[in-house]
């Protein structure tokens, strides 16, 4: 575990009544973890558990002058897990100073008192190194017990009555200065191979008046019913605020299990006056902590058995080594609740070979002390919560070697798959330790896939982004397989945000450059995006992209993927960013839309280009289809010429006598398809993605500036219906064929109708379907529906006066 932090800095706090300004009388006790780690302070709390979240956090130099305030949020992991965590970037140096020379304070601010006296909405307390932090296992919270009961009794119970406060204080209120402001923390290790503890208590309070030098105090580590160890240890001098003592030793494998699974209390008290007495129950660590992996092509080495991945003694699989699948790749992401459980999510993509088998093993990472195992041992299989691509869920009993190979980096994601009679394959990834804050706020990672089949199989990674309270945008980046693109030297690559995606065709892409970076890690912020760059990130419709800038380079974009489970806050959002049905369409374009002229379009729509007005476009499945307008020809009254008037695409008829001029002018007509036409006009309806209905003309009526769009009307066969046939694919009506001699059968069915009138069609067994046209009894139809024309997917027929449908197809029914 050290070598994983040696690039940290390790620090810790209590912050009781006795450590905070003013002395305040309260039960309640917190503390805190801090690392420190490129410039910023990740810092993670906890806090007694039966007060509610603090509101805003204050670092402080010595004097009690506010340096930075920062207002707390809780996000899934700190409701889940019950922490506190966040960081503080780019600390001053001076700042730097405080913090390595022990003179920096932290404290949380509730918004009501949790005790009394002053500054009692407050805890507060000096950050300082503990030598014990770097192999910190779990933690403890040590709060005052009551000593009016035994050694198994609750710390002191709540009393609201009459102060409307979240404090505890005494049942014997005469008793209460003794107790009140104490609290402790306990920071433990313990080792599986040689099973032992060791625990570092850092409190105040557990002493009496009369205990000034050499004061003998009794740690007892104890479950229910166990009693693990008892120590005693000599304090020499009492403090006030701070004391330190450390506690070493052997246990049973069976104590070591009870102390992963939270069954452990540790007490510390004064020999001569036991009255004085803290408890807490051992639980993980206080440290914000998500573990993650990438998970990457991988055959099995020799001596590796895909079988030790499920716990089922029945399954038999092959183990011959197969080729990986060639372009699956996958992420991991897990961390501790309070109470010892492993909450775990992991996404499997790509993987076209069916899933034998999803687990955690265990084995040290190559270049580790000892080297690479030969096999790796089972920790726990994960297949049954497998669906579709995703594994979720929780384990609750991980052993206490098994958390040791957590934090140590030895537990493995691995996922085997069928590839063949004989042979299996798998993708795999080492889980590493990673602070909970700042980009790793946001609701889960994006796996970055190759932009090309043709990259390394084993260039994978995993982005975490988030945006603060700032409007400042935070990224995180750890890639794996890097090597085997950029080979053993360093080249620099580029981190780009495509804040309007190429999701549509045509669409231009509106690239930023975030970061420059070398090697596997980068970490960082940008704090000038617009607000409609931050609203598309909040609609998962912007792009994060890995590139590699080097004029040798075969491929230049090698990773990507989309931003997805980002929350933006909606002070950092545009005004009417705060729905999707608000948005601009030049803005946040949908996944159906086109991209067209430098605007968005939505499936369906349908326009006059800017270039050319006499032309239609639409958009339908994303491509744009444009038609030149075809113009129906004029029926003018006799005597009045057609005329083509300027910006018309069609001519009209100009009745300068008319009785209704005025809608006649420019700015009278009427809509059809969100298309202005203008009164006394005729034209082609335009019916998306097939083009103009040149069998239908629609007018808009100068008077009444109502649209009608009446069918071509066909003159009746004269000979049976199967001899007819359309002269070409767009024509209105069939015909006859020229050597086809007229039929005398008139119960013979006609495709164009007869020249009967609606009383005698009626009469005889006929139909009314809509618009009042009369069918033959018999008669088939396609449903004509406005305004987009016939529907040739519903084939409708009329039978002794009724009119129902016959068919659907998925497909046009030709007749």
Not at 255 to 273: C, E, M
Not at 443 to 468: F, H, M, Y
Not at 677 to 693: I, L, M, R
């Amino acid at each position: 575990m050290r070598n994983m932090k040696e690039a940290f800095k390790d620090f810790a706090a209590l912050l009781t009544g006795r450590t905070t300004q003013g002395d305040p009388e309260t039960a309640a006790v917190a503390t805190g973890r801090f690392t420190f780690h490129r410039r910023g302070l990740f810092y993670s709390f906890y806090h007694s558990t039966y007060l509610p979240p603090p509101k805003k956090l204050h670092f402080m130099d010595p004097e009690g002058s506010i340096l930075v305030e920062h207002e707390l949020a809780l996000d899934t992991y700190q409701n889940i897990t019950g922490k506190i965590c966040g960081v503080w970037r780019r600390i001053p140096r001076s700042y730097r100073k405080l913090l390595r020379e022990g003179n920096l304070h932290v404290a949380l601010i509730w918004d009501r008192p949790t005790g009394r006296g002053e500054n009692s909405d407050t805890l507060s307390g000096k950050i300082e190194r503990y030598k014990a932090l770097p192999t910190e296992m779990f933690s403890a919270l040590l709060e005052a017990v009551d000593d009016s009961e035994d050694d198994d009794s609750e710390v002191l119970s709540e009393d609201l009555i009459g102060v409307g406060l979240w404090g505890r204080r005494m049942k014997d209120v005469s008793s209460a200065p003794r107790l009140r402001g104490a609290g402790g923390t306990a920071i433990v290790s313990a080792s599986a191979g040689n099973p032992s503890i060791h625990i570092t208590l850092v409190f105040n309070g557990a002493f009496s008046p009369l205990d000034v030098a050499d004061v003998p105090v009794i740690v007892r580590l104890r479950s229910d019913k166990v009693l693990v160890f008892e120590e005693f240890i000599r304090v020499p001098k009492p403090d006030h605020e701070i004391n330190i003592i450390e506690v070493r030793s052997a246990v049973k494998a069976a104590d070591l299990r009870l102390l992963a699974r939270g069954r452990l209390q540790i007490t510390v008290s004064s020999k001569k006056y036991p009255e004085y007495r803290l408890k807490g129950t051992v639980t993980t660590r206080v440290t914000c902590d998500l573990f993650q992996a990438s998970l990457l092509p991988s055959p099995y080495s020799e001596g590796d058995d895909p079988s030790l991945l499920t716990t089922s003694s029945s399954t038999s699989m092959a183990t011959a080594e197969a080729p990986p699948p060639a372009r699956a790749s996958g992420l991991a992401w897990m961390f501790l609740t309070r109470d010892g459980a492993l909450v775990y999510k992991v996404r499997l993509d790509d993987m076209d070979a069916p899933l034998i088998s999803l687990g955690l093993a265990s084995g040290r990472a190559p270049g580790q002390r000892g080297g690479p195992p030969r096999r790796h041992e089972t920790v726990e299989d994960l297949t049954p919560s497998f669906r579709e691509g995703w594994a979720n869920g929780s384990l609750d009993r991980l052993s206490p070697r098994e958390l040791e190979q957590l934090y140590a980096g030895e537990v493995w994601v691995t996922a085997v798959a069928d590839s063949g009679p004989g042979a299996t394959a798998a993708i795999k990834g080492r889980l590493t330790v990673h602070p909970a804050a700042g980009a790793r706020s946001s609701e889960g990672p994006i796996l970055l896939k190759r932009n090309d089949i043709s990259a390394p199989a084993a260039l994978t990674g995993i982005a975490w982004v988030a945006v603060d309270s700032d409007c400042t945008l935070l990224y995180e980046v750890s890639l794996s397989g890097l090597e085997d693109w950029v080979g053993p030297g360093d080249r620099p690559l580029n981190l780009y945000l495509e804040d309007t995606p190429a999701m549509v065709p045509g669409a231009p892409v509106a690239r930023k450059l975030l970061d420059e970076f070398r090697g596997p890690q980068l970490e960082g912020f940008t704090m000038n995006l617009s607000e409609s760059e931050l609203a598309r990130i909040e609609y998962g419709v912007a792009v994060l992209e890995v590139v590699d800038p080097s004029p040798s380079a075969t491929l230049k974009s090698l990773l990507r993927a989309r931003i997805t489970q980002v929350h933006v806050p909606l002070s950092c959002l545009p005004p009417t960013s705060n729905s999707l049905s608000s948005q601009d369409d030049n803005q946040l374009p949908n996944s159906n839309s086109c991209y067209f002229e430098g605007s968005f379009y939505n499936e369906g729509d349908q326009w006059n280009p800017s270039r050319d007005s006499c032309m239609m476009c639409s958009c339908h499945h994303r491509q744009v289809k444009c038609d030149p307008i075809l113009c129906p020809p004029p029926s003018c009254p006799r005597g009045v010429t057609p005329v083509k008037r300027a910006g018309d695409c069609c001519p009209s008829c100009t009745n300068s006598t008319g009785s209704h001029e005025s809608n006649t002018s420019e700015t009278q007509g009427c809509y059809l398809a969100k298309q202005f036409y203008k009164a006394g006009t005729s034209w082609h309806p335009y019916v998306p993605p097939f083009g103009f209905d040149t069998c239908a003309i629609c007018t808009c009526d100068a008077v009444t500036l109502e649209v009608r769009c009446p069918r071509t009307q066909c003159p009746p066969l004269r000979c049976p219906e199967r001899e007819a046939f359309r002269p070409d694919k767009k024509a209105c009506c069939k015909e006859c064929p020229q050597s086809s001699s007229p039929s005398q059968d008139v119960n013979q069915l006609k495709d164009q109708g007869t020249p009967r009138s609606t009383e005698e069609i009626m009469a005889a067994g006929g139909c009314i379907f809509t618009f009042g046209v009369p069918f033959e009894n018999g008669k088939e139809w396609h449903p004509r529906i406005h305004p987009h024309g016939e529907e040739k997917c519903v084939k409708c027929r009329c039978k002794v006066n009724l009119s129902f449908f016959l068919s659907t197809s998925l497909y046009p029914i030709d007749y």
